[in-house]
């Protein structure tokens, strides 16, 4: 279960999107409802796998953040799933609740509406795809070697799902806020996907580092000398460090001299070690 602090955060993202939604009950309404917060909670998922540096104090570190983008994922499943179940249930919601023809999706000629049946196709496979991604993420069943080439095909299943919503939105958000918020929510997950694919997350504060020493202070102390190059801005006492032993199975997150020695202990295997740094809770020597 998510702390306390990832569940407030939570319940204001909620209610942020909430508060910008026409109340009413329809068919039509439940299944706009749960597509609408479905994409907003995977734009969001989207930005904060960009790790960025100035959420990390209001979030309590990047450790929470982490925490708060796998709940902002599942939240996006959640919704996702309503969306899909509403929509196999429309029959019998029609007749319970009545429709709503003004959250019809727009109708469309030409081009855009062969790109409208295009993006209609893609969203059931879309879901399948993002629901099989989130279980093995949460099962672990999945080695991490494997897991995170197979992770990030999710920024291309973001993309295929938010030309989805973006193509089958009701023309009348357009003219409001609920389809103002979701445009921008949609645009910050479609720079965060492309940066994923280009590999550009965290380049800005990558650096490379060679291990110059490597001792057995005590027991449970392992001490690092390692020599960052000029272009090293520096660090803090407490900082977090990505590092990355092997690049198959990439960086992994580690705080303080414990977390390190463990992975020293287990993964060093030559000199020179691909360092990468992000502005939290690590010491680094």
């Not at 959640?78 to 109708?107: C, N, P, V, Y």
């Not at 799902?161 to 921008?184: C, F, N, V």
């Not at 020695?261 to 992000?278: M, P």
Request: net charge neutral.
């Amino acid at each position: 279960m998510p702390n306390l602090r990832t569940s407030v955060v939570l319940f204001l993202l909620l209610a942020a999107q909430l508060s910008v939604w026409t109340a009413g009950l329809s068919y039509e309404l439940l299944l706009t409802l749960s597509g609408y917060l479905a994409i907003n909670f995977m734009s969001i998922t989207m930005l904060l796998a960009t790790r960025p540096g100035w959420l990390e104090s209001p979030l309590g570190g990047l450790d929470r953040m982490y925490q708060l983008h796998k709940w902002t994922g599942i939240m996006a499943v959640s919704f996702a799933l309503a969306h899909w179940l509403i929509e196999m249930a429309d029959d019998a919601l029609e007749a319970l609740f009545g429709s709503d023809r003004s959250l019809k999706e727009a109708h469309l000629s030409g081009l855009l509406d062969s790109l409208q049946d295009g993006a209609e196709d893609l969203g059931e496979p879309g879901l399948y795809l993002l629901v099989f991604l989130v279980v093995i993420t949460l099962i672990r069943w999945v080695p991490y070697g494997y897991w995170r080439y197979l992770h990030r095909v999710m920024p291309l299943i973001y993309l295929a799902l938010a030309a989805h919503a973006l193509l089958l939105a009701p023309l009348l958000w357009w003219q409001q806020p609920t389809g103002w918020l979701m445009a921008l929510l949609i645009v910050g997950g479609a720079t965060a996907s492309l940066q994923s694919l280009t590999g550009k997350i965290g380049r800005s504060h990558r650096y490379k580092g060679l291990v110059q020493d490597v001792k057995q202070t005590s027991a449970n102390i392992t001490e690092v000398v390692c020599d960052m190059g000029k272009r090293w801005p520096g660090h803090r006492a407490g900082q977090f460090a990505l590092v990355t032993f092997d690049r198959v199975e990439g960086a992994h997150p580690f705080c303080g001299p414990q977390g390190l020695a463990k992975a020293l202990r287990s993964g060093l295997k030559q000199q020179s070690v691909s360092v990468r740094f992000h502005q939290e809770n690590f010491e680094f020597r």
